[in-house]
């Protein structure tokens, strides 16, 4: 037994974790970047304990604020969801791009450089069933002030948003895909918060994108990288992505099953694709090609050549 298992928090993620539909499988005590205390819980899906998360939070983190644990609370119930899918760890980004993020270090960490920003590190790599080496190391940045909109910098709060970033910022061509290389970085600013309306906004969609997106997110995630296993249409990270909401998702979804693109489960939440929508592999093969040749880099080839006025 870990030292963190016997803290509070760990007796609080437990009773959670319970309410959700997951056990914790396991806990063990790390440092994160800044030498801070942190217990990691491996959270597995009770109906199916092979399906696990990770969740990593500061040992010192109080959950005893309401606000805090229903948060955590909320957090848990979508993870019990996601562990449903095939991946859980797969996402889909509106250019195509099927991605799996991985090895994220929570919580955000105080910037080594004296700049006024937490840091999150991670990674997200390509997953177009090719077993592509393609990837990119990512440095999540949000500045002190920012930081002030979170309940709390740590994962629950913040995943959400951090991965919908990284997404949004591959979208606008700002992030690499690459075999090797350094960290790239992921600013997390006001432009993706609403003070008004006190919500993260990230892409404005029409109804024909999220249809587009879930078709492929159900070609992707199950047809080609689940084996065919049902994969989670309602995700409220997606609705948060695309600028529209869980109860749209669902009428997508509808709507995509009435067309025959997709089979929808008992639970009208889950599908998996039927086999007209995977006979459209040419088309979503060469979605990834343009997306990849959108995001690589653009050079001057005079100024590459020597040739410039400078």
Known sequence: MSAGFGTVLAGQIADAAKVAGLVVAGTESALDASGAVTTRFTLALAADPAKTEL????????????????????????????????????YLTLHGLPLSFGHFKWPFHPSTSGADTLLVHGEVRLEDGSGSPLHSKIAASMTVTFAEIVPAPEQPFAEAFIYNAV?????????????SGNR??????????????????FNDTTEAQRHDFLAAKTYWLS??????????LADPRDAQYLNTTVAELKKTAASLAADGAIRLAADTEFATPTEALMGHAAHYQQEVANALA????????EMRGGHTNM
């Open 294 to 301: 959108f995001i690589k880099p653009a050079f001057n080839e």
């Open 55 to 90: 969740l990593e939070l500061t040992e010192a983190l109080d959950l005893s604020r309401a606000e805090l644990i229903n948060e955590v609370h909320i957090y848990l119930a979508e993870t019990a969801k996601r562990l449903r899918n095939p991946r859980p760890d797969f």
């Open 184 to 201: 790239q970085p992921v600013p997390v600013t006001t432009r993706y918060y609403s003070r008004w309306q006190k919500k993260f906004t």
């Open 223 to 232: 047809g080609v990288l689940g084996g065919g296993q049902p994969v989670w």
């Open 167 to 179: 997404r949004k910022t591959m979208d606008q061509g700002q992030l690499e895909l690459v075999k």
